[in-house]
C-alpha cells in the first residue's frame, strides 16, 4: 500500500465581526488552516492538518512540492520511514525549519489516519490506548480582554456547561490581568484557573503579577515570554510557585528535550500539527514521561482537535484537552462530521470509526480557499 498522492487543501473562514475575540496577539479576523489528503494506490484516503503558521498558502505549498516529492511511493504504513526520509533530506540538512515541521504535521496525521482506516480500529486502540473521558478546559479563541463582570458570566457560561477548568487570555495590561484573574477566583473559588500570556510580558510584568496569579491559585501561566527567551523563563520559574508552561510554538522532540533539559517550564504543550505530526508527538510524550511531566496538547482546529483525543487516549501523561469554546469555528463545527463536542461532564472521547472516525467535507474545502493576509489585526 504505497503513497499515491498528496495535495494539501489552504482553507480560510472569515471571523464575524460580533464574534472577535481580543488577545494578547491581536483581534482574529478569519481562521485558516491547511488540510493534507494523502490517497493511496489501492484507494484509501487519508486526513490530516497542518497548523497554518500564519503562512498558510506557504505551509501548503510546502506540502505540494518538496514533501510531496519526497514521500510519493513510499509505503503509507512507514510513518517512521516517512518521518525519518523529511528528517533527512529537509529538517536535518537544511536547519530546524518551522515551517517544515508544520507541513510535514499533516502529511503525518494523514498516514495514522490511513493506518487505522487499514485495519478497520479507532486511531487510539492503534496507539496503543483505549477509549477514555479526557478532561477539557475552556480555551480557544475566548475568554479574551473584557471587563470583569462580563469575563465572570462567560466563565458561569462554561461552568454550567460542566467545565471544571478554564483557561483566561492575559498578556494585557499587568493591572487589567490581575483584575481579571481575582475576579473569576472570587466568583468560582473551586475552579481550576489557567492562564495564558501569549507571549505578551515582560520580566518586569512576571514579577508584578506572579503573586497574584499564586494567591489565586492559577494551574499555570502560559508562555509569558517568546518561547527563545530563555533567561526570562529561568528567571520567572525562581519568582513564583505558579508552573510556567510551553510547548505550542516548539517544534520536534530535539527543541522539546531542550526544553526539558533547561528545567524552567513544567507544563508541555506541543501541537500535533506543528510539532511533526502523531509520531512525533508520541516520542515527545515518551521523553516527558521519563521526567514524570504531563502533556496537555495545544489544538484548534478540527482534524487536529480529533486526532489530539486519540493521542491523549493513548499516553499515559496526558492532561487537559484544550476544548476550542470559540462562539463561531466552522473549523470545529463544519469541516469534519463528527464535529468536535466535549460532553455535559467537561470531558471529550475519542470517535470509535477506523482511523480518526471523522468524514471530512471536501466541498467545504473547495468553498473556503486560502486567502493571503494575516488572520490577526
Given amino acids: 500500500?504505497?503513497?499515491?498522492?498528496?495535495?494539501?487543501?489552504?482553507?480560510?473562514?472569515?471571523?464575524?465581526?460580533?464574534?472577535?475575540?481580543?488577545?494578547?496577539?491581536?483581534?482574529?479576523?478569519?481562521?485558516?488552516?491547511?488540510?493534507?489528503?494523502?490517497?493511496?494506490?489501492?484507494?484509501?484516503?487519508?486526513?490530516?492538518?497542518?497548523?497554518?503558521?500564519?503562512?498558510?498558502?506557504?505551509?501548503?505549498?510546502?506540502?505540494?512540492?518538496?514533501?510531496?516529492?519526497?514521500?510519493?511511493?513510499?509505503?503509507?504504513?512507514?510513518?517512521?520511514?516517512?518521518?525519518?526520509?523529511?528528517?533527512?533530506?529537509?529538517?536535518?540538512?537544511?536547519?530546524?525549519?518551522?515551517?517544515?515541521?508544520?507541513?510535514?504535521?499533516?502529511?503525518?496525521?494523514?498516514?495514522?489516519?490511513?493506518?487505522?482506516?487499514?485495519?478497520?480500529?479507532?486511531?487510539?486502540?492503534?496507539?496503543?490506548?483505549?477509549?477514555?473521558?479526557?478532561?477539557?478546559?475552556?480555551?480557544?479563541?475566548?475568554?479574551?480582554?473584557?471587563?470583569?463582570?462580563?469575563?465572570?458570566?462567560?466563565?458561569?457560561?462554561?461552568?454550567?456547561?460542566?467545565?471544571?477548568?478554564?483557561?483566561?487570555?492575559?498578556?494585557?495590561?499587568?493591572?487589567?490581568?490581575?483584575?481579571?484573574?481575582?475576579?473569576?477566583?472570587?466568583?468560582?473559588?473551586?475552579?481550576?484557573?489557567?492562564?495564558?500570556?501569549?507571549?505578551?510580558?515582560?520580566?518586569?510584568d512576571a514579577r508584578r503579577v506572579l503573586p497574584t496569579y499564586e494567591a489565586c491559585r492559577a494551574g499555570w501561566l502560559e508562555e509569558p515570554f517568546p518561547v527563545q527567551d530563555d533567561r526570562a523563563y529561568r528567571e520567572a520559574k525562581a519568582l513564583s510557585r505558579v508552573p510556567l508552561a510551553a510547548g505550542e510554538n516548539h517544534f520536534t522532540r530535539f527543541e522539546f528535550a531542550r526544553l526539558i533539559e533547561q528545567g524552567s517550564v513544567s507544563i508541555l504543550q506541543p501541537d500535533i500539527s506543528k510539532t511533526g505530526g502523531i509520531t512525533e508527538t508520541l516520542r515527545i510524550a515518551a521523553l516527558a514521561s521519563v521526567h514524570k511531566l504531563p502533556i496537555h496538547c495545544h489544538s484548534s482546529m478540527g482534524i487536529n482537535m480529533t486526532a489530539t483525543t486519540h493521542l491523549m487516549s493513548a499516553i499515559d501523561n496526558s492532561g487537559y484537552f484544550e476544548a476550542d469554546c470559540s462562539l463561531d469555528n466552522p473549523l470545529r463545527d463544519a469541516l469534519v462530521d463528527p464535529p468536535v463536542r466535549v460532553g455535559p461532564d467537561g470531558a471529550i472521547r475519542p470517535n470509535e470509526g477506523p482511523g480518526l472516525g471523522v468524514e471530512v467535507d471536501e466541498e467545504f474545502v473547495r468553498c473556503h480557499p486560502g486567502t493571503a493576509g494575516a488572520g490577526f489585526v
Fill in 1 to 204: 500500500m504505497q503513497i499515491a498522492d498528496i495535495v494539501a487543501y489552504p482553507v480560510t473562514v472569515p471571523v464575524p465581526p460580533e464574534r472577535r475575540v481580543a488577545l494578547g496577539i491581536g483581534t482574529m479576523v478569519k481562521r485558516d488552516t491547511v488540510v493534507v489528503k494523502v490517497t493511496t494506490d489501492d484507494g484509501l484516503v487519508g486526513w490530516g492538518e497542518s497548523h497554518h503558521g500564519r503562512a498558510h498558502l506557504a505551509i501548503g505549498t510546502l506540502v505540494n512540492t518538496t514533501l510531496r516529492q519526497l514521500v510519493l511511493g513510499m509505503e503509507a504504513t512507514d510513518t517512521n520511514g516517512v518521518w525519518a526520509r523529511i528528517y533527512r533530506f529537509q529538517l536535518a540538512s537544511h536547519g530546524m525549519g518551522a515551517a517544515c515541521a508544520m507541513a510535514m504535521s499533516g502529511i503525518d496525521i494523514a498516514l495514522w489516519d490511513i493506518r487505522g482506516k487499514a485495519v478497520g480500529w479507532p486511531l487510539y486502540r492503534l496507539l496503543g490506548g483505549a477509549s477514555r473521558a479526557i478532561p477539557a478546559y475552556a480555551g480557544g479563541i475566548s475568554l479574551g480582554f473584557q471587563p470583569p463582570a462580563a469575563l465572570v458570566a462567560e466563565v458561569a457560561g462554561f461552568v454550567a456547561q460542566g467545565y471544571r477548568a478554564v483557561k483566561l487570555r492575559t498578556g494585557d495590561t499587568p493591572a487589567a490581568d490581575m483584575a481579571r484573574l481575582v475576579a473569576v477566583r472570587q466568583a468560582f473559588p473551586d475552579l481550576d484557573i489557567l492562564a495564558d500570556a501569549n507571549t505578551q510580558y515582560s520580566l518586569a
